[in-house]
């Protein structure tokens, strides 16, 4: 069994095309081009699993992917968690057993990712209504490498997940929309 750990650090970087100067002038390799993400967060009815700090996920892009991440550390900004993911043929059928178990949706959201690998590392430039991100993942000496040699030193490190910033956005801005979609934000200002 693989070790099934995630460690990572997540910043916030507004101008995604900066970082992918950097990216280029460091000679990282893309891995995948940009992809559009549909992301669905289930929980039990009483949110047990989100109050937990439990991810549980149903992903799409190019392949259909489910996620159980728990237990997360922080040092430095980097987040250290378990991470469990499997590739799976069909998110409809996925989607069924889910409910089937008790499991209700709590919450969609979507993002264009990019991906690229430099020294040892992933990294990921995430695009979401809200704002741009950039993930970078391996060991924690790997991940500060790469965030000098990409020039990030400066950029806020960001240990919540995607869900927690968009609900701390809906809440400031009085959104009504129950996901984070680009189409709930459509003339939204985010500030």
């Known amino acids: 069994m693989s070790d099934l750990r995630e460690v990572e650090v997540k910043l916030h970087t507004p101008n995604l095309e900066v970082v992918e100067k950097s990216l280029a002038a460091a000679g990282a ?7 559009f993400e549909r992301n669905v967060r289930y929980d039990s009815a009483d949110g047990m699993l989100m109050a937990a700090g439990i991810v549980l996920r149903l992903r799409q892009d190019e392949a259909v992917k489910l996620t159980y991440k728990a237990d997360a550390s922080v040092e430095r900004g980097i987040v250290s968690r378990f991470e469990a993911e499997v590739e799976l043929s069909d998110f409809e059928t996925m989607d069924a057993i889910l409910r089937r ?10 993002k264009y990712r990019t991906t690229y690998t430099l020294g040892g590392a992933e990294i990921v430039l995430d695009e979401l209504p809200f704002g741009n991100f950039t993930e970078i993942e391996g060991d924690a000496a790997t991940i500060e490498r790469v965030v000098e040699a990409l020039g990030l030193g400066a950029n806020q490190r960001i240990t919540r997940s995607y869900v927690d910033i968009f609900l701390n956005v809906k809440q400031r801005l009085g959104l ?3 996901d984070c979609t680009f ?3 459509e003339g939204v200002d985010v500030g």
């Open 183 to 185: 189409e709930a934000f």
């Open 29 to 35: 390799t893309l891995v995948k081009p940009r992809v």
């Open 176 to 178: 009504a929309a129950r």
């Open 101 to 110: 178990l008790g499991y209700e949706v709590a919450l969609t959201y979507e």
